[in-house]
């Protein structure tokens, strides 16, 4: 796209807030039932059906609000959002509009244009709609499980600049609100989904275009690609003096486009008013204490506590706290005496390698205690590396004792001087050319020597003391 454009983006969230039951109702919200099995008079809609709030969702909505730094307020409004839809049997959405729950958050990020906060204008709650099945024969199919299942719509200001940084914001905000337990960060089922507000301007302008909303983006790699096709289709009709109406579209990923769906609905299309089955929404201190109760760190202060206080390296601090699960892991081997870096080195290859992940649950082949033990034994000098790898793979789905077995082995580090600087005597003397390559300044070749020790040791020797030993013969000048 032509640098004298700049993107223009704000994003809706909608994440399903993680409650047993429905938002109005006490129909079950869990996925995989036959269709129409979850419902009742309330979320089909049956005239006279009275709704009444139910305080799980509230709590969690209120604790994401928290998470998110945005200012709960102590009383908000359900608004009905009026439209026709098949999959929407009431003919109108029970949602918040005037008076959300909270307003003025904010989200950090960091960006390859470096940090960026992002503002979040508000979080409401809303209901579900149905989901509409195509293709039975030439007929669609209405199935209202989902139908009044709880939401939080968190909305972003138009803050973010391309659709990288847009999937980086989408990232953070699923991260946030993983760890704090209210959704399981899902896109692909849709528990988690995403539309995105796009419009162009001219670089330096301080004016909004006309914007375009993206419906429907099931996967972070979408939501870049729809933004930026959209982006340059919208710079393309301009440049040729065009202009870019006000309107849906959805993403075709396979053509790389995006295509119309239907003119945009403005606020007063949807005739909102108050719904009067439904009290004011009331946030009271016991409320709050319920929603303080649960909330747990981030994961931003996580990774600035890792990095900061122990010395992990950022990269491995970000795949630490990119699931609370692992971040538990991490945690848990930490407080049984690991030490910091050598299981954040660890962990993110060797546990995450067989590791299972499915929304807020993970599944892991070993346990902390089993990798708390291993990294000890390699600290000890008991194990080397590669043994420990190889002991961890005997390990894996057992909960058996690493140490238990590596001294009823009687496995051991060579870790005996004198063996090994003979060793290391009889590779320098046998290896003329490397030697001569590295005294002319290539110190490289010291990997290639410590690598040899390795493989005739069988990777039981202490690659601290064999890289030490081989240095000091190396560096002594030629005789
Ligand atoms: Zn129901
Ligand atoms: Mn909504």
Redesign the pocket.
């Known amino acids: 796209m032509s640098a004298r454009w700049e993107t223009v983006v704000g994003l809706e969230v909608h994440a399903q807030l993680l409650t047993r039951t429905?938002l109005?109702?006490?129909?079950p919200t869990s996925a995989g039932a036959p269709p129409n099995v979850?419902?009742?008079?309330?979320?089909?809609g049956l005239p006279g059906a009275l709704p009444a709030a139910n305080r799980e969702a509230i709590v969690l909505g209120v604790r994401a609000a928290l998470a998110l730094g945005l200012t709960v307020h102590e009383e908000s409004v359900f608004a009905r959002k009026s439209y026709f839809y098949p999959d929407l049997p009431k003919g109108y959405q029970i949602s918040q509009f005037e008076r959300p729950l909270a307003t003025g958050g904010q989200l950090d990020l960091e960006t390859s244009a470096g940090p960026r906060r992002v503002t979040l204008q508000r979080l409401h709650l809303e209901e579900d709609a149905g989901k509409s099945v195509h293709g039975h024969g030439g007929d669609s199919l209405v199935d209202l499980n989902r139908?009044?299942v709880p939401l939080a719509e968190i909305v972003s200001a138009p803050d973010l600049r391309s659709g990288e940084e847009a999937a980086t914001y989408l990232r953070a905000l699923r991260d946030v609100l993983v760890f704090q337990g209210v959704n399981d960060g899902n896109l692909e089922s849709g528990s988690f989904r995403c539309d995105a507000n796009v419009s162009v301007r001219r670089q330096g302008s301080d004016t909004l275009g006309t914007r375009v909303e993206l419906k429907n983006l099931n996967s972070f790699r979408f939501v870049q690609r729809a933004i930026e096709a959209e982006a340059r289709r919208q710079v393309a009709l301009l440049e040729a003096g065009a202009a870019v109406d006000a309107e849906t579209r959805s993403y075709d990923p396979e053509a790389d486009r995006t295509a119309s769906l239907r003119g945009k609905e403005e606020a007063h299309d949807y005739r909102y008013f108050p719904d009067p089955d439904l009290p004011p929404l009331r946030v009271d201190e016991a409320l709050l204490e319920a929603a303080r109760a649960g909330l747990g760190e981030s994961p931003a202060a996580l990774r600035a506590r890792w990095t900061e206080g122990l010395g992990v390296p950022a990269a491995a601090a970000r795949t630490l706290a990119s699931h609370p699960r692992i971040a538990e892991f991490f945690q848990r081997a930490l407080a049984l005496g690991a030490d910091a870096r050598r299981a954040a080195a660890w962990i993110p290859t060797e546990v995450l390698r067989g590791a299972e992940i499915d929304g807020l649950a993970a599944t892991f082949r070993v346990t902390p205690e089993q990798v708390t033990e291993l990294l000890a034994l390699v600290e000890e000098g008991v194990l080397s590396g590669k043994q420990a790898k190889d002991l961890q793979l005997e390990v894996e789905g057992t909960d058996a004792s690493p140490r238990a077995i590596a001294e009823g082995r009687g496995l051991r580090v060579v870790a005996d001087e004198a063996a090994l600087a003979a060793l290391c005597d009889e590779l320098i003397a046998g290896a003329e050319r490397q030697v001569a390559a590295y005294r002319k300044g290539q110190r490289g070749v010291l990997g290639w020597f410590v690598g040899q020790a390795m493989q005739r040791t069988r990777g039981a020797a202490d690659p601290r003391l064999v890289t030490r030993l081989l240095t000091e013969r190396l560096d002594k000048p030629a005789s």
């Open positions: 429905k109005f109702c006490g129909c979850q419902v009742c008079a309330v979320c089909l139908a009044g």
